[in-house]
């Protein structure tokens, strides 16, 4: 079993920045591929960005070149940080792992971006 645990979320106004992190148990972490899910009110959680073991990345294009994931397998941390924010990007953002055929999911963390 792998513990997913996601912080970092707040307020923040548009054009800002936050970054999110996700700690995951395990002493594998450098096989896991990692992600981020984000969900709004009455929608379908939607794919934001992932990260597998060697590095690759890949990104939703309503965030591609605002976003930027990437790992530290020495602490069993991804992150993600997000700049120039818009009220769009409001949501519970969800992190990942998937480890073995199985997903484990964080708890969520709210982004709330308003001025």
């Known amino acids: 079993q792998v513990q997913v645990v996601e912080s970092g979320g707040g307020l923040v106004q548009p054009g800002g920045s936050l970054r999110l992190s996700c700690a995951a148990s395990?002493?594998?972490?450098?096989?896991?591929?990692m992600g981020w899910y984000r969900q709004t009110p009455g929608q379908q959680r939607e794919f934001v960005a992932r990260?597998?073991?060697?590095?690759?990345?890949n990104y939703v294009d309503s965030v591609k070149g605002r976003f930027t994931i990437s790992r530290d397998n020495a602490k069993n941390t991804v992150y993600l940080q997000m700049n120039s924010l818009k009220p769009e990007d409001t949501a519970v953002y969800y992190c990942?792992?998937?480890?073995?055929?199985?997903?484990?999911w964080g708890q969520g963390t709210q982004v709330t971006i308003s001025s």
């Open positions: 990942y792992a998937y480890f073995l055929r199985r997903d484990y």
């Open positions: 395990g002493s594998l972490f450098n096989d896991y591929v």
């Open positions: 990260i597998d073991s060697g590095g690759t990345t």
